[in-house]
C-alpha cells in the first residue's frame, strides 16, 4: 500500500530533550516536505526536500532540523525542543514538479513539549 | 514569501445548500492552487487542483474557480451533505514551496 508513516504519533516530552520524527514513503516521490499544524493558523511549511542531499527552509524552520540521505526517509529533529514546539506535525511527499503536485500526508504526530 | 488568506473561518450551511470558500494569494508566481479536506483527527486530502493556466474545474459537486488578475481562487461545493463536514485548507505554490491559508471549519446542518 502507498503511503507515508510517521513515527511516532504521539509524543510527550521535556524541554531539552532531542527528538527525531521520522518521515518514510515508499512511493519513490522526489519531493518531501514538513508541516506543522496549529488551531487557527493552518499548516505551515517548516522544511522541504527537492531529492535526496535537497534540503531548504519553509516559513518556520526556527527550532528545526532536517536531512535527506535517501529518498524514502525525511526525518525532523528537534534538537532542543521548548514548549513553542507544541503542535501536530505532517509529513508529505509528492512526485515529480514538487510542490506542484498532490502531497500525500502521513498520519500525522502530536508532540507536547513541557 | 507567499500570503494566502482564506475565508471564512467558520461555515454553517443547511444540508443540500452549497457553500462557497474563498481564498486571495499574494505571489503572482504561484502557479499551483489545491484544496484539502481534513476530517476530526485524520490527514488533509486533496480533494480538488488547479493550475494557473485553467479558470475553472468541476468534479461532481466540487468546483474551484481562479481568477489570477486578482490573485484569488475559491472552493464551490453544492447540494452539500453531512459527509462534507470538514475543515478545508486552501493552497499556493511555486515550484518548491507550499503555503496554506488558516482553513475553513464547514458544518453541514442535517
Redesign the interface.
Known amino acids: 500500500e502507498a503511503q507515508v508513516t510517521q513515527n511516532p504519533r504521539y509524543l510527550i516530552t521535556v524541554t531539552g530533550k532531542k527528538l527525531t520524527v521520522t518521515c518514510s514513503q515508499n512511493m519513490n516521490h522526489e519531493y518531501m ?1 514538513w ?1 506543522r499544524q496549529d488551531p ?6 517548516i522544511y ?1 526536500s ?1 531529492n535526496v542531499e535537497v534540503t ?1 527552509k ?2 518556520v524552520p526556527e527550532g528545526y532540523k532536517v536531512s535527506r540521505k535517501e529518498k524514502r526517509n525525511f526525518p525532523l529533529i528537534l534538537e532542543s525542543p521548548s514548549p513553542n514546539q507544541t503542535s501536530l506535525y ?1 509529513c508529505a511527499s509528492s512526485f515529480g ?7 500525500h ?4 504526530t502530536r508532540l507536547s513539549i513541557l | 514569501g507567499e500570503n494566502v488568506e482564506q475565508h471564512p473561518s467558520t461555515l454553517s450551511v443547511q444540508e443540500g445548500d452549497s457553500a462557497v470558500i474563498k481564498c486571495t494569494y499574494s505571489d503572482s508566481a504561484s502557479n499551483y492552487f489545491p484544496w484539502y479536506k481534513q476530517e476530526l483527527g485524520k490527514r488533509p486530502q486533496l480533494i480538488i487542483d488547479i493550475r494557473s493556466n485553467v479558470g475553472e474545474k468541476k468534479d461532481q459537486r466540487i468546483a474551484v474557480t481562479l481568477n489570477k488578475t486578482a490573485k484569488h481562487f475559491s472552493l464551490h461545493i453544492t447540494e452539500t451533505q453531512p459527509e462534507d463536514s470538514a475543515v478545508y485548507f486552501c493552497a499556493a505554490s511555486k515550484i518548491d514551496k507550499l503555503s496554506f491559508g488558516a482553513g475553513t471549519t464547514v458544518t453541514v446542518r442535517a
Open positions: 516536505s508541516y487557527g493558523l493552518g499548516l505551515r511549511q522541504y527537492m531548504d519553509g516559513d505532517f514538479q514538487g510542490a506542484r503536485e498532490p502531497q500526508f502521513g498520519d500525522g
